[in-house]
């Protein structure tokens, strides 16, 4: 029988009634796992069963078994990394999405694909102040969008390189506390990380423009073709804002492609008080933001979006026979603006995300958020045995402790916090300095959540 109805309803009931159980209370939980590399691989089977086994023993060796491994996301306390939190609609849209196993290869083989995809994403550029004229699609990670960024500009700046490899020596920039996906971007596109320029940063982390104006000239004089800019609208460190219009200016003379990484910080832009953070951004070419980050998406939902999908569509149609459709003017083929043909339903969890909640609402979050933060900075800056690393200009807080042996004390300290499996945090290094970072962005997160890791920090 390829579909047990009763079975299904029986193992759907229990998995929604612990699914709501979860989701109403994920302090239950320890926030990071306590095990050792290894240690799930020892307590599984070496080999899979030859006879299939029923649902409920499936789902009582994941609650036995596999629960004791996994790092809590949803937890109230996860502040590490930055938050990507299961949400009601999130989990009930990826539950739809599995039970269709629809796959968008092109407008043909599932047209609500293509077309809600389009529709969620445009609701999003709206609310996000970007311009009109972008156009989206939704990858599974920020690096993947950051590649088709790089690959993109890398058709533009050298239009031979589809058929023949790269003809020119390109180059592409971004400041030194980029993300390391623009690395790998650039080494996807094979464009070699020794044309990668890491320009440096202010004391607040934000690129110097006039660094990338030097390293631009510099970089022509000397026979190499600027191909693409990467500007940073709220780093993975400290969550520094680029100065996006000037960057904007001094890539213009060259027409490098200018993509905006604002795979954390773009949700902010739905706060009008957010909205110089992209101003200028009808003059980008491409840009990130992930809605799995900090817009209650369940993980994978990267938005990538252009303002040259022809850019896009050149770099990557290549449609053989079966993959033909209607020509229609109105029809989206995604599979023509990436690498990849396959595509999951993302679309729905992102349309379920943003109808169920509502600007309003995720505007109140996100506030809630940055309040928490600035209170969390504030106890900080108040204590002198700590101080402030960086700027706080969103929900992230660099903290270290201060006197001699800063380093090795803090560093001990992130590890004691950690071990307790109360509160998960993370470190980072700024400009050679090591620091205790805080990120705030979980759903579930509320001021009695901050305090607690406040305590724990002073313990
Ligand atoms: N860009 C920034 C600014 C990030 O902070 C991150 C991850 O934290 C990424 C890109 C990569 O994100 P993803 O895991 O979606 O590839």
Redesign the pocket.
């Known amino acids: 029988m390829p579909h047990d109805s009763d079975g299904f309803r029986r193992a759907a009931d229990e998995a929604a009634d612990w699914i709501a159980r979860y989701l109403a209370d994920p302090r239950r939980h320890r926030v990071n796992p306590s095990i050792k590399p290894g240690e799930l691989i020892d307590a599984l089977p070496k080999a899979g069963p030859v006879e299939g086994h029923p649902l409920d023993a499936i789902f009582a060796d994941f609650e036995r078994t596999i629960l004791p491994a996994v790092g809590h996301w949803n937890h109230p306390r996860f502040f590490n990394?930055?938050a990507c939190t299961g949400s009601t609609p999130g989990v009930i849209s990826e539950m739809l999405s599995a039970a269709l196993n629809t796959n968008g290869l092109n407008w043909v083989a599932s047209p609500a694909v293509s077309e809600l995809e389009q529709v969620a994403l445009s609701w999003l550029r709206q609310w996000m102040g970007l311009s009109d004229d972008y156009f989206g699609q939704i990858f599974?990670?920020?690096?993947?969008?950051?590649m088709h960024a790089i690959m993109a500009a890398r058709e533009l700046a050298d239009p031979a390189s589809r058929l023949e490899g790269q003809t020119t020596r390109l180059t592409v920039y971004c400041s030194d506390q980029?993300?390391?996906?623009?690395d790998k971007a650039v080494v996807a596109a094979g464009l070699g990380l020794n044309n990668l320029r890491k320009i440096e940063s202010d004391e607040s982390f934000r690129m110097i423009p006039a660094k990338l104006t030097d390293a631009l000239a510099n970089d022509k004089a000397n026979g190499f073709t600027p191909c693409c800019v990467v500007a940073?609208v709220?780093?993975?460190s400290t969550t520094a804002v680029d100065p996006l219009e000037p960057i904007l200016d001094v890539a213009a003379p060259y027409n490098a492609w200018v993509h905006i990484?604002?795979?954390?910080?773009g949700a902010a832009a739905l706060l009008p008080e957010y909205e110089w953070m992209l101003r200028g951004n009808a003059r980008a070419h491409s840009l990130?933001v992930?809605p799995?980050?900090w817009l209650f998406t369940p993980v994978?939902c990267?938005a990538f979006y252009t303002r040259h999908p022809d850019v896009l569509r050149r770099t990557f149609t290549i449609t053989p026979e079966y993959l033909r459709t209607t020509g229609d003017p109105r029809e989206v083929n995604l599979m023509d603006y990436g690498v990849s043909l396959g595509r999951r339903f993302r679309g729905l969890k992102l349309w379920y995300v943003l109808r169920y909640f509502g600007l309003q609402k995720l505007q109140e979050l996100l506030r809630g958020h940055i309040a928490m933060a600035r209170q969390f900075e504030a106890w900080v800056a108040a204590d002198d045995r700590f101080e402030l690393a960086a700027p706080v200009p969103l929900s992230t807080v660099c903290f270290r402790l201060r006197g001699e042996d800063s380093e090795s004390r803090t560093r001990a300290m992130v590890a004691a916090v950690n071990a307790g499996g109360e509160a998960f945090i993370s470190q980072t290094n700024l400009k050679g300095r090591y620091a205790a970072r805080v990120a705030i962005g979980n759903l579930a997160t509320e001021p009695q959540d901050i305090a607690a890791l406040w305590r724990c920090l002073q313990r």
């Open positions: 990394y930055f599974d990670t920020a690096s993947t969008s950051t980029a993300h390391s996906s623009v940073t709220g780093t993975t990484d604002a795979a954390y910080a990130v992930n799995h980050k994978d990267s």
